[in-house]
T-cell receptor, first 116, second 113 residues
Framework: NAGVTQTPKFQVLKTGQSMTLQCAQDMNHEYMSWYRQDPGMGLRLIHYSVGAGITDQGEVPNGYNVSRSTTEDFPLRLLSAAPSQTSVYFC???????????????FGEGSRLTVL | GESVGLHLPTLSVQEGDNSIINCAYSNSASDYFIWYKQESGKGPQFIIDIRSNMDKRQGQRVTVLLNKTVKHLSLQIAATQPGDSAVYFCAENDWYTGNQFYFGTGTSLTVIP
């Protein structure tokens, strides 16, 4: 059972470089989201999607873009990396609140990004 | 944004004792809450959830209590085991606006053998 798969697990970038963090889920979840986790700050919502073709901003969207062309995939793009984006990034998916009684988020293993 | 906070950033307990982890939330519209456990190097894992129409919910060795009057919830772990050592997060949600959850800063639980 794959669940939520994130790649890469580790990445080092230089300031100004761009990259895409990949996220895929095989549970047919409509809802997908990206969080960043920084020491002492818990998880903060970056962007989310309630279904293919629909995305919206979370708490900390600046510097990140997302797209949702399929139900399974939800990539996170950093167009011009900055040191402030050094963090651990988690992708999560769940059934939508319209479909299920539980909002349990299923998380990937995380992608650790360092921007020099 | 939401404000979800934990009273204690770290907690150490003896193996076999009960653990209590607290969480305060500020959004009175929040009506759904989840506790997650995060082990080192892994993503958070669901432990238990509770809706605002409940005061208490029990799982296997875990109990969540919700006090809506003071916007407070707690996670109780019975007979704490070394495998319970992890960071615990509470997350709040206004269920009818969607699946967006707002997380607290976390409490690190260490179980002393």
């Amino acid at each position: 059972n794959a669940g939520v798969t994130q790649t890469p697990k580790f990445q080092v970038l230089k300031t100004g470089q761009s990259m895409t963090l990949q996220c895929a889920q095989d549970m047919n979840h409509e809802y997908m989201s990206w969080y960043r986790q920084d020491p002492g700050m818990g998880l903060r919502l970056i962007h989310y999607s309630v279904g293919a073709g629909i995305t919206d901003q979370g708490e900390v969207p600046n510097g990140y873009n997302v797209s949702r062309s399929t139900t399974e995939d939800f990539p996170l793009r950093l167009l011009s990396a900055a040191p402030s984006q050094t963090s651990v990034y988690f992708c999560a998916s769940s059934y939508s609140s319209l479909e299920a009684d539980t909002g349990e988020l299923f998380f990937g293993e995380g992608s650790r990004l360092t921007v020099l | 944004g939401e404000s979800v906070g934990l009273h204690l950033p770290t907690l150490s307990v003896q193996e076999g004792d009960n653990s209590i982890i607290n969480c305060a939330y500020s959004n009175s519209a929040s009506d759904y809450f989840i506790w997650y456990k995060q082990e080192s190097g892994k993503g958070p894992q669901f432990i238990i959830d509770i809706r605002s129409n409940m005061d208490k919910r029990q799982g296997q060795r875990v109990t969540v209590l919700l006090n809506k009057t003071v916007k407070h919830l707690s996670l109780q772990i019975a007979a704490t085991q070394p495998g319970d050592s992890a960071v615990y997060f509470c997350a709040e949600n206004d269920w009818y606006t969607g699946n967006q959850f707002y997380f607290g800063t976390g409490t690190s639980l260490t179980v002393i053998p």
